[in-house]
């Protein structure tokens, strides 16, 4: 039972972090110009998400985190079984369910008029986990423990991980 846990949680986050993690990667080796949002200027007068969102970003989230679930289940497709009958569909799903969570963390971020790229506690660690989360159960429902693992896990590893980029000086927060 251990082992299976485990195994949904590698599941659920390897195509959730390919996504997020390339969606902003690509967008900048890309040089992706083209906000998703379109510029559009909501009454409040903040941006819908911001130049932070682009076009090629978002498809090449998308793109690779799916690919990635691909490249799993072509390694072990049985195992994809402990999420989903189809884990193509469902890697699909928790790529775009991520993409998805991270805009609307965005969308949020603009109207509490936090700047892009300000720091949002919990807010930037745990969105795209609950959008690719929240499409997923439309072929999988997770159990608790895994939901709280994930999310504990995510938020340390963001953490960490940005403390690391601030010490190579790849990140200025």
Known sequence: MIEEFWLRVALFLIPAYAANASAMLFGMILKSKTPLDLGIILPDKQPLLGKGKTWKGTASGIIVGTIAAGIIYALFPSETRAIAE??????FLISLGAILGDMLGSFIKRR??????????????LDFVAGGYLLLSLVYIPLAEELVFVAVFTVITHI????????????KV
């Open 160 to 171: 960490a991980t940005n403390y690391l980029a601030f010490k190579l000086g790849l990140k």
């Open 112 to 125: 509490l008029l936090i700047k892009p790229g300000s720091p949002s506690p919990i807010l930037d660690q």
């Open 86 to 91: 189809n884990y193509l569909i469902a890697g």
